[in-house]
C-alpha cells in the first residue's frame, strides 16, 4: 500500500523560512516523480513544485521559483520541501504527491500538513 | 501558462441525476487531462487520467470525455457519496495547472 506521510508544516512569520518532508512507502521510490501541491484555506488547488525520479530536474510554479527547493532521497525514500522568505499567500495545506500514469498524473497524495504564515 | 477554466463552479444536483462538467484549456493538451474528486477536509483523490481512463477502483459510473481544449467529466448516476467538489489538470506542459473547481451539491 502506497502511502505519503507529509511533516513539518506549522506557523511562520513573513519572510522566514520552513522545510516540508514526506516520507514515502509502498512504491519503488526512485523510479517515481514526485511532486507538492498545496491548497490555500477555502481555495482550489494549486500545483508548486516536482522532481524526476533521479533528482535530474525539478520545475516550480512561478510564484516559488528562487523561493522553494524541492529534494529527495532515494536511499531514505523522502521528498523534501525548503521553503524561504516565505509570504503570507504561502499560506495553505501543503500535499506531497506521487506520479502515476506519467509525472503529472497524481495517484497518491498525503493527508498534508499545514503551513501558516503570519505574524 | 495554460489556463484551465471549469463550468459551472457550483451544481445543484439530486441523487441519481446525471451531472456534467466542463473543463476548457486555454490551448491543446492533446488528452493529457485529469480529473480528481475532493471531499472536504480530504486529499484529492484521482478519477480520469489520459481524458479518458479510469482511475483504478473509480466506480463506473465516473466518465470523462474530450480532447485538445475541451473535456467534460460525467457522473451517470449521482451518489450521496459524489457530493464533492471536482478539479480538472493538465499536464501536457512541465508546469501543471489545475482548474478553479466544481463544487457539487444537494438539491
Known amino acids: 500500500e502506497v502511502q505519503l506521510l507529509e511533516s513539518g508544516g506549522g506557523l511562520v512569520q513573513p519572510g522566514g523560512s520552513l522545510r516540508l518532508s514526506c516520507a514515502a512507502s509502498g512504491f519503488t521510490f526512485r523510479d517515481e516523480a514526485m511532486s507538492w501541491v498545496r491548497q490555500a484555506p477555502g481555495k482550489g488547488l494549486e500545483w508548486v513544485s516536482r522532481v524526476s525520479g533521479s533528482s535530474s530536474y525539478t520545475y516550480y510554479t512561478d510564484s516559488v521559483k528562487g523561493r522553494f527547493t524541492t529534494s529527495r532521497d532515494n536511499t531514505k525514500n523522502t521528498l523534501d520541501l525548503q521553503m524561504s522568505s516565505l509570504r503570507a499567500e504561502d499560506t495553505a495545506v501543503y500535499y506531497c504527491v506521487k506520479g502515476g500514469d506519467g509525472p503529472g498524473v497524481f495517484d497518491h497524495w498525503g493527508q498534508g500538513t499545514l503551513v501558516t504564515v503570519s505574524s | 501558462d495554460i489556463q484551465m477554466t471549469q463550468s459551472p463552479s457550483t451544481l445543484s444536483a439530486s441523487v441519481g441525476d446525471r451531472v456534467t462538467i466542463t473543463c476548457r484549456a486555454s490551448?491543446?493538451?492533446?488528452?493529457?487531462l485529469a480529473w480528481y474528486q475532493q471531499m472536504p477536509g480530504k486529499a484529492p483523490n484521482l478519477l480520469i487520467y489520459r481524458a479518458s481512463h479510469l482511475a483504478s477502483g473509480v466506480p463506473s459510473r465516473f466518465s470523462g470525455s474530450g480532447s485538445g481544449t475541451e473535456f467534460t467529466l460525467t457522473i451517470s448516476s449521482l451518489q450521496p457519496d459524489d457530493f464533492a467538489t471536482y478539479y480538472c489538470q493538465q499536464y501536457l506542459s512541465n508546469w501543471y495547472t489545475f482548474g478553479q473547481g466544481t463544487k457539487v451539491e444537494i438539491k
Open positions: 490551448q491543446s493538451v492533446d488528452i493529457w
